[in-house]
């Protein structure tokens, strides 16, 4: 089997470190890993796979080197601006912010929903926003057996998806500091219907982005969809509440049992002893956990789920992995 080269861009960062985590428990047939960050955090040094790595700065020539693969999650300008330069050296670049992930040209992908998109790329693969990577994993295994008509997204999103400032605005709210690094307003205590910036009609870009990718992931354009995204006091580990209107008629526990053979998807879901999907049990896991499956009994059709997964892991990071994965095992 070939020995693979790979980079890390932005590996200093939150999503960074959780990447170098999951390939220490992955094992992928990488020979060679290479570091990289800002000048900023160029120069720190982090353990990785048992030895220490020098975190090297990223520039123009970062590339010229030549490597395989390279996951990017340093934001949506630098991808914009070397991520391109990495495909044009012959490297396949797996990027986890917004840049592409709307380009017809560049594949979204979740790896158990559409794989067969990783084929298409023109050397970048976008990973998508952490609220729908979660969320179309039982989209699509509904979709494929009922058909999905309408979806409603309400989210209740942790503070590790707006980085290091988020979860210090968190820990410093408990503390009693009264100091502001990324929210408008104390998150402590607070749920804060704004995730991202505001567009011009009145939803988020997280809003937006839950929307869109959706329909792109799902190949379906004109899917009506709909999404309030709320941050909420919690560490990590996104939840979501999807109402989903389905086009045939489906018994519940047959639409139970088509969640529970879906690639990646773990149901829990026993009221009776409490059993449903919470933040704390679900991070540092990989799966996308559903819960509380129930009819809504306002539509015809109608199913109530409530959804979590690690938003740094899965929601991310180990998303990205996994592309990375699938490449290797289709070479």
Same mark, same amino acid.
């Given at each position: 089997?070939?020995?693979?080269?790979?980079?890390?861009?932005?590996?200093?960062?939150?999503?960074?470190?959780?990447?170098?985590?999951?390939?220490?428990?992955? !094992?992928?047939?990488?020979?060679?890993?290479?570091?990289?960050?800002?000048?900023?955090?160029?120069?720190?040094?982090?353990?990785?796979?048992?030895?220490?790595?020098?975190?090297?700065?990223?520039?123009?020539?970062?590339?010229?080197?030549?490597?395989?693969?390279?996951?990017?999650?340093?934001?949506?300008?630098?991808?914009? !601006?070397?991520?391109?330069?990495?495909? /044009?050296?012959?490297?396949?670049?797996? &990027?986890? /912010?917004?840049?592409?992930?709307?380009? *017809?040209?560049?594949?979204?992908?979740?790896?158990?929903?559409?794989?067969?998109?990783?084929?298409?790329?023109?050397?970048?693969?976008?990973?998508?926003?952490?609220?729908?990577?979660?969320?179309?994993?039982?989209?699509?295994?509904?979709? &494929?057996?009922?058909?999905?008509?309408?979806?409603?997204?309400?989210?209740?999103?942790?503070?590790?998806?707006?980085?290091?400032?988020?979860?210090?605005?968190?820990?410093?709210?408990?503390?009693?500091?009264?100091?502001?690094?990324?929210?408008?307003?104390?998150?402590?205590?607070?749920?804060?219907?704004?995730? &991202?910036?505001?567009?011009?009609?009145?939803?988020?870009?997280?809003?937006?982005?839950?929307?869109?990718?959706?329909? !792109?992931?799902?190949? !379906?354009?004109?899917?009506?969809?709909?999404?309030?995204?709320?941050?909420?006091?919690?560490? *990590?580990?996104?939840?979501?509440?999807?109402?989903?209107?389905?086009?045939?008629?489906?018994?519940?526990?047959?639409?139970?049992?088509?969640?529970?053979?879906?690639?990646?998807?773990?149901?829990?879901?026993?009221? /009776?002893?409490?059993?449903?999907?919470?933040?704390?049990?679900?991070?540092?896991? &990989?799966?996308?956990?559903?819960?509380?499956?129930?009819?809504?009994?306002?539509?015809?059709?109608?199913?109530?789920?409530?959804?979590?997964?690690?938003?740094?892991?899965?929601?991310?990071?180990?998303?990205?992995?996994?592309?990375?994965?699938?490449?290797?095992?289709?070479?």
């Amino acid at each position: 089997m070939k020995n693979y080269k790979l980079a890390i861009v932005g590996a200093t960062g939150v999503v960074g470190r959780t990447a170098l985590k999951v390939l220490e428990e992955k !094992k992928l047939p990488i020979k060679e890993y290479v570091l990289f960050a800002s000048s900023r955090s160029a120069g720190t040094k982090l353990n990785f796979m048992g030895k220490d790595y020098i975190v090297r700065e990223l520039t123009e020539n970062s590339f010229d080197e030549g490597f395989d693969f390279a996951i990017f999650s340093a934001g949506g300008e630098t991808s914009k !601006k070397y991520a391109p330069i990495a495909a /044009s050296k012959g490297c396949i670049v797996v &990027d986890n /912010s917004s840049a592409f992930r709307m380009d *017809n040209d560049v594949p979204l992908v979740v790896p158990e929903v559409n794989p067969e998109e990783i084929k298409n790329n023109h050397g970048i693969i976008a990973n998508p926003n952490c609220s729908t990577i979660q969320a179309v994993l039982p989209l699509k295994a509904l979709d &494929d057996k009922y058909t999905i008509k309408r979806v409603i997204y309400s989210t209740y999103q942790a503070v590790s998806g707006a980085g290091q400032k988020g979860l210090n605005d968190l820990s410093n709210g408990r503390k009693g500091i009264n100091k502001l690094e990324k929210f408008p307003y104390p998150i402590y205590n607070n749920c804060l219907p704004h995730i &991202d910036v505001f567009t011009e009609n009145g939803y988020t870009k997280e809003e937006m982005k839950m929307i869109n990718e959706t329909r !792109k992931i799902l190949k !379906k354009p004109n899917l009506k969809v709909t999404a309030t995204t709320v941050r909420v006091p919690v560490d *990590n580990s996104h939840s979501e509440s999807i109402n989903i209107e389905l086009e045939k008629p489906f018994e519940i526990n047959d639409l139970v049992e088509t969640l529970k053979n879906f690639e990646g998807i773990i149901v829990e879901d026993d009221i /009776s002893s409490n059993i449903y999907p919470i933040a704390t049990q679900v991070s540092g896991h &990989d799966e996308v956990f559903v819960g509380r499956i129930r009819r809504d009994f306002s539509v015809e059709n109608g199913i109530n789920i409530w959804v979590v997964a690690d938003n740094i892991r899965k929601g991310a990071a180990s998303n990205a992995i996994q592309i990375v994965e699938k490449m290797i095992e289709n070479d």
